[in-house]
């Protein structure tokens, strides 16, 4: 079992920053991959960004490329989303994803809002 633990959402204005924090129950290396999803009101949960916690390779979705950075701290246990120029349209539910073992765990996830 890996708990999760989400941190760092809120309202901000279009164009602002807010960094997402993920707190992880058993010390990452043990876990294969760590990510962030979204789900926006009425849409379906949707992938923003993952992180295999040993190499360090990323992905991410096209629509956040350039904007949004995934990472992770090792001896914290701790993945980020780091979310610059934002836009109405990142509006949503963030959820913290782990991959262990061949079962993914999620956090109960942080609201996002960008509106002016």
């Known amino acids: 079992q890996v708990q999760l633990v989400e941190s760092g959402g809120g309202l901000v204005q279009p164009g602002g920053s807010l960094r997402l924090s993920c707190l992880a129950s058993?010390?990452?290396?043990?876990?294969?991959?760590m990510g962030w999803y979204r789900q926006a009101p009425g849409a379906q949960r949707e992938l923003v960004a993952t992180?295999?916690?040993?190499?360090?390779?990323?992905n991410y979705a096209n629509s956040v490329k350039g904007r949004f950075t995934i990472s992770r701290d090792n001896a914290k246990n701790t993945a980020y989303l780091q979310m610059n120029s934002l836009k109405p349209e990142d509006t949503g539910l963030y959820y913290c994803?782990?991959?262990?073992?061949?079962?993914?765990?999620w956090g109960q996830g942080t609201q996002v809002t960008v509106s002016s």
């Open positions: 992180i295999t916690t040993v190499s360090g390779s990323t």
């Open positions: 058993k010390t990452i290396v043990s876990i294969y991959a």
């Open positions: 994803l782990a991959v262990r073992d061949g079962m993914n765990y």
